[in-house]
């Protein structure tokens, strides 16, 4: 880091509807920041009179840094056009339509890295995604943070709620003009989309419930950061610190709060297409079958009759193409993921969830005759279970899942849902048997509690079955609680 030298020069009245301006002259580094960037042809001098104190104590600096960009031809002068960089502003309030065209990308992307441009309040901030080249509005995602107060275009000025400023000066304090990375959830009807920053790797929602300057809010119950919140909310709101100084336990009759106790089973008959983990799987609706054989059909007999001249379909990231697949050279409805060099493009099949690297020469345009149907398969996760932290064990349950499954007719039922992802309990039609319980009976999968009361009888079962595996010693507990590995007693340590 380098140390920066600040000296004021003056100080700006203010005029018309701009308030008081401390201007200065900055070096870093024994550089002068204004001299640099006019230098560079990133700016230009202010002119004043020669009888003018009110400018830069370096004046006569600037003009000669601005002269030798000038006659260098740098930046702002440069005689031939600058190039465009365009980028997309979809931090303007009510522009919802446009904000929306870019959430099922961002949302794809997982984390995509950033820079804060400006912090509105602990929790509002707005950023730029270079990758993106947009400029967005995010909101922090699983919190309520106390609002700053806030200055309006008439000069009134409205209060913010107690710790507001607090929280503001934090989140400046860590994120303003500093590179971080997001996960987009979700939008709302303004056009601002929702989800987690991370700076350094931390979490920025849960900084802010650790220093008491935001609660949890109850969506953060639907997130995989729902555990995390909720113990860093523990000790601040036990030791009243801060928001919860005026905290009171709820009284007794207050949990008299109506949940929802019966568990909700709607079945969904569906065909599975892929195994992608140890506990998820794309599927496909049995219902809709018939009609997406009839369009590959048409599609195929289309691209046979004409076939697509080579180099005329150039693939981009985010197209809906054809693309003829390696293992029986017939043609299917894809996504473009990623185009990687000259002749090499990942493709997701849409109707299938299966992935491959294919050639661009084995691509082709979609019209909007085969644009509109929807995308048939579908990605769905095993509700109550995950894989235990092993390389081994858990390619031995994918492969397992996959016998039990890949091309046989399940109903699912979806139990609870994360974000966008779906948890199913899967149903194999045949056996009449839960793919997932069975795979926990088997010692290959492990039990992940859930807390809704609408719950507790099925995973109350998972966990019967588990502790069966436990007893009998079954693949990952063959010598005992897998999940005791990583205890510290263990000598375990990241």
């Not at 104590?57 to 260098?72: I, V």
């Not at 995604?129 to 309006?152: E, H, M, N, R, Y």
């Amino acid at each position: 880091l380098f140390r920066s030298q600040v000296v004021i020069d003056y100080i700006k009245p203010a005029e018309n509807s701009f308030p008081e301006k401390t201007c200065a002259t900055i070096n870093s580094g024994g550089i002068n920041v204004a001299e640099a960037l006019i230098s560079k042809g990133f700016a230009t001098v202010l002119r004043h009179r020669q009888d003018d104190n009110q400018r830069s104590s370096k004046y006569d600096d600037l003009l000669s840094a601005e002269a030798r960009a000038n006659k260098n031809g740098r930046g702002l002068h440069a005689k031939k056009e600058a190039p465009v960089h365009r980028v997309a502003d979809l931090s303007k309030s009510g522009d919802h339509a446009k904000a929306k065209q870019f959430l099922p990308f961002l949302q794809r992307a997982g984390r995509s890295h950033g820079i804060v441009e400006f912090v509105a309040s602990g929790s509002r901030l707005r950023l730029f995604l270079p990758k993106d080249t947009c400029l967005l509005t995010f909101l922090l995602a699983g919190i309520s943070c106390p609002k700053a107060s806030q200055v309006t275009r008439s000069g009134q000025e409205l209060p913010g709620d107690a710790y507001g400023e607090e929280a503001l000066a934090f989140t400046k304090e860590l994120c303003l003009q500093q590179e971080v990375e997001v996960e987009v959830d979700g939008m709302d009807k303004a056009g601002n989309f929702i989800g987690w920053l991370f700076i350094n790797g931390k979490n920025h929602s849960v900084s802010l419930v650790e220093e008491a300057l935001a609660s949890v809010h109850f969506s953060a119950d639907k997130s995989k950061y729902a555990t995390v919140l909720h113990n860093a909310e523990a000790g601040p709101k036990s030791r009243r610190e801060k928001i919860w100084a005026d905290y009171e336990e709820p009284k007794a009759q207050e949990e008299t709060a109506v949940e929802d106790t019966e568990r909700k089973v709607v079945f969904s008959e569906m065909i599975v297409t892929e195994v992608s983990s140890p506990s998820s799987f794309w599927a496909q609706s049995v219902e809709t079958g018939p009609k997406l054989e009839e369009l590959l059909a048409k599609l195929r007999e289309e691209l046979e009759a004409d076939p697509p001249l080579p180099g005329a379909y150039k693939p981009r990231k985010g197209d809906l193409c054809a693309a003829r697949f390696s293992a029986d050279q017939l043609w299917y409805r894809a996504l473009v993921e990623k185009v990687s060099g000259a002749d090499r493009v990942h493709i997701l099949y849409i109707d299938f969830g299966n992935r491959e690297e294919s050639r661009v020469s084995d691509l082709a345009s979609l019209s909007s005759n085969y644009t509109s149907f929807p995308a048939q398969a579908k990605e769905y996760h095993l509700a109550f279970v995950s894989a235990v932290d092993d390389e081994e064990w858990t390619s031995v349950a994918a492969s397992n899942l996959q016998s039990l499954v890949l091309n046989a007719n399940v109903k699912v039922n979806v139990e609870y849902k994360v974000g966008n992802q779906e948890f199913v309990t899967a149903t194999d039609v045949a056996e009449g048997s839960d793919v997932g319980k069975a795979l926990v009976a088997d010692g290959l999968l492990q039990v992940e509690k859930r807390r809704e009361k609408r719950l507790a009888k099925l995973v109350e079962e998972y966990l019967d079955a588990q502790e069966e595996a436990k007893a009998a010693r079954k693949n990952v507990w063959q010598y005992g609680d897998a999940t005791a590995d990583t205890a510290t007693e263990f000598g375990y340590s990241k």
